[in-house]
């Protein structure tokens, strides 16, 4: 592939001044902060305890070492001997602080502000219930919430105990929900009996109410049996949060189940804690008085992430649980407008659509864009630096995943940016290997860490092997979690999907990413899909599905770019449109699903998507097109 690079943003030398990673690079001593990247790899456990006493993370009890592998690398223990609470360190500390911890705008109402004080009192009270309950340390908590403040109380009072908390994602249907349920042995699930979603009443309490051996703690509760929440707020002793140990579990996600059983990661008050504190505080440039609001779910990783992170540095987080584009188009850029969001996270599938339908809107308030979720294509990453960011506003794009809670690459308002670039992560000791194991710089393969990190799940809910089988058998000593991706020598990173996506044709590999983002660039091209099918001949042959103008002069054109691009032996066998491809909620798109589904093979767990339905209209086509 013609790999062709061009900066369009460089920091300003004031900004990098007074930026974040400017003052750690200065409390650390050293010179540029080209030196600070390299000693965050170099000197790690060096770096990770500079970052505690720079962002202010407490600890009640000192740690006695930042790093301990004796158990193998694969089983590292971080800050060991030490104690810290995330809950005190989010909610406590901050107390008597003016700022707001939490807005939130509803579908159909206006702004709810909650108070640092507030916060501590109705979590604090709610963790008293949850003790009085016989919750203990240990035990796993659900939280089967839309993004309303309620559900952040939830977390922070099942934390603040040393129980577990997981949330799930809102759209799950019920048996998606009672899977997660049964494998992580829930007792007590926090959910809502309803909330508004495009004007629509969506029920949550009764789809679940039915899963036997746990209880539900329902907000605005009607009819459904279980407990009240705000019953339980009220009649609650105040908790102070307990002194939890650093490798004490907090949070356990589980991925999004686009392939095979969800995995149980597992995250820690304490490495998991650190790390997604130095990434909202020096990716994003998070300072006390910013507003943070991304668009996401609890259920995935960026909601705790930015909920915590935001927290953690007495800054103030904004939810919206109603849908991006109701009652209108511009819904989330008006939010922005009125509310004062300075740092917006977003996916390139939102900006896909926005795209579409031709929104150009620019903010005053914003300081940074930010992104996640799938890679970018570069059109739509253009569109977003000079439509919205109107060409001064850096694009944070950060990359990493379920299993780390964190990013292993992340582009910054001080690094300078590319189209659907990245940047390497600070202290996250990522590469590139081919096949062989080898490192390789501008040439594809897979993305990597070598050493282990704070963030890293401490296992699989029980199932240890799976643990070692995904993330430590394909490189031994190596981090992999299936990311294809290239780095360049000057440390950008660009990403191109799943590395198990990887279609193989006439003995030669191309990403479906490489492929999508030509694809982007043809006229009345909204967003793309690429798989490859089995072929005796080829291995495998491409076949490309996109939404948008539906007429044969742009399937010709989407051949004719990827064939000149590429070369001909890229040609795709078929150029297919769809109205919808097969998402989940926040934005990946599942292709293994959409070629399942073509194929007309099982689809395996599809608990996570957006909307199943669409998968209806691929079927059909994989039965007409397979036919011939």
Known sequence: MAFQRKTVFSPSKEAVEKSNINSLKNFIGLDTIEDLYDFSDSHMEQFYEYVVRHAGIWFTKPYKSVRDSSEGK?????????????????????????????????????????????????????????????????????????????????????????????????GYGRDAVK?????????????????????????????????????????????????????????????????????????????????GKPKGTIHVHGGSFVNLVKEVKYYLNFKEQDVLYWITDLGWMMGPWEILGAN???????????????????????????????????????????????????????????????????????????????????????????????????????TDLEPNCLYKGLGMAVTVLDESGNEVFDQIGHLVSREHLPSMTRGVWNNPDRYMRSYWSKFPGYWSQGDWAMQTLDGHFFLYGRSDDVIKTSGK???????????????????SATIGIPDEKKGEMIVVFYTGTDSEDVKKEISREVSSVMGRSFAPWKILHVNDLPKTRNGKIMRRTLKSAFLGEDQGDISGMEDPSVLNEIVKIGERENKH
């Open 74 to 170: 694969e089983h590292t223990k971080w800050f060991t001997g030490g104690e810290i609470n995330i809950t005190y360190n989010c909610v406590e500390r901050y107390k008597k602080s003016k700022n707001p911890a939490i807005k939130c705008v509803y579908e159909d109402s206006p702004i709810r502000i909650i108070s640092f004080a507030q916060l501590d009192d109705i979590t604090g009270r709610l963790a008293g219930s949850l003790r009085s309950l016989k919750v203990n340390k240990g035990d796993r908590v659900g939280i089967f919430m839309p993004m309303v403040p309620e559900a952040i109380f939830a977390m922070y009072a099942i934390m603040r105990i040393g129980a577990v908390a997981v949330p799930m994602f809102s």
């Open 312 to 414: 953690a540095l007495g800054g103030t987080v904004f939810l919206y649980p109603g849908a991006v584009d109701y009652p209108r188009s511009e819904r989330v850029w008006d939010m922005v407008e009125q509310h004062g969001i300075t740092i917006l996270g977003l996916s390139p599938t939102f900006v896909r659509t926005m795209r579409s339908r031709g929104i150009h809107r620019s903010f005053k308030s914003l300081k940074a864009i930010a992104s996640t979720g799938e890679p970018w294509d570069k059109e739509s990453w253009l569109y977003t630096f000079n439509v919205f960011g109107e060409g001064r506003l850096p694009i944070c794009n950060v990359s990493g995943g379920t299993d780390i809670m964190g990013c292993f690459l992340a582009s910054t308002p001080v």
């Open 509 to 527: 590999r191309v990403g479906p990413g490489e492929i999508e983002d030509i694809c982007s660039g043809v006229k009345g091209v909204i967003e």
């Open 179 to 259: 899977t997660r349920v049964d494998d992580a042995g829930i007792k007590y699930i926090f959910t809502i009996e309803s909330y508004s979603r495009r004007g629509k009443k969506i029920q949550m309490a009764s789809l679940i109410s039915d899963i036997p051996g746990t209880k539900l703690i329902t907000l605005h509760r009607e009819g459904t049996e279980g407990l009240d929440f705000y019953e339980l707020v009220e009649k609650g002793m105040y908790q102070k949060s307990l002194n939890t140990g650093s490798e004490d579990p907090a949070i356990m996600l589980y991925t999004s189940g686009t392939t």
